[in-house]
T-cell receptor, first 113, second 113 residues
């Protein structure tokens, strides 16, 4: 069984540019989560999808971040325009049901110059 | 504000010794607790889950939970150099139908051959 896959593994862009991160959850997992870890801090929740619907987006930092999960399969997280403080590692996780353990991808390391 | 606290380490133990990792949490209503292991540049990998007070053993790993003290720990017996990693304590917050994980900052473990 393939795990959670994320693309790209690394992205380096300049301030003001746009970046789109992609996450493919484990097949059959309805629940998809995005998290972020900025340097020196703990991993923090961004948002949660159940199938194609946003269940909880309370962790999204501002309206420069847009997440989608069309069709309830893969998800994208777009940052537009990127700011220096957006640098960090963005993790995606999935689970079959909400109260079951989440399985993580390797993350996308995002660097804003 | 849900909080999870861990000693950041680094924690160094000799090969073959017992490594003890500790975690406290603020939400008295929490019911589930997870330990993830993360190698540098890799995904957090779930290694233990515990839901009831007491001990839960899985191979060389033992998780201990004390809900009255809001304390959860992970013991690694017969530590091996391959156990060197960052260990993350995570507690799900089940408000608003979401099971977002609140993470500690992680404890970096080094097992010295």
């Amino acid at each position: 069984e393939a795990g959670v896959t994320q693309f790209p593994s690394h992205s380096v862009i300049e301030k003001g540019q746009t970046v789109t991160l992609r996450c493919d959850p484990i097949s059959g997992h309805d629940n998809l989560y995005w998290y972020r870890r900025v340097m020196g801090k703990e991993i923090k929740f961004l948002l949660h999808f159940v199938k194609e619907s946003k269940q909880d987006e309370s962790g999204m930092p501002n309206n420069r971040f847009l997440a989608e999960r069309t069709g309830g399969t893969y998800s994208t997280l777009k940052v537009q325009p990127a700011e220096l403080e957006d640098s960090g590692v963005y993790f995606c996780a999935s689970s079959p049901a909400g109260n079951q353990p989440q399985h993580f991808g390797d993350g996308t390391r995002l660097s804003i110059l | 504000q849900k909080e999870v606290e861990q000693n950041s380490g680094p924690l160094s133990v000799p090969e073959g010794a017992i490594a003890s990792l500790n975690c406290t949490y603020s939400d008295r209503g929490s019911q589930s607790f997870f330990w993830y292991r993360q190698y540098s540049g890799k995904s957090p990998e779930l290694i233990m889950s515990i839901y009831s007070n007491g001990d839960k053993e899985d191979g060389r790993f033992t998780a201990q939970l004390n809900k009255a003290s809001q304390y959860v720990s992970l013991l690694i017996r017969d530590s091996q150099p391959s156990d060197s990693a960052t260990y993350l304590c995570a507690v799900p917050y089940s408000g608003a139908g979401s099971y977002q994980l609140t993470f500690g900052k992680g404890t970096k473990l080094s097992v010295i051959p």
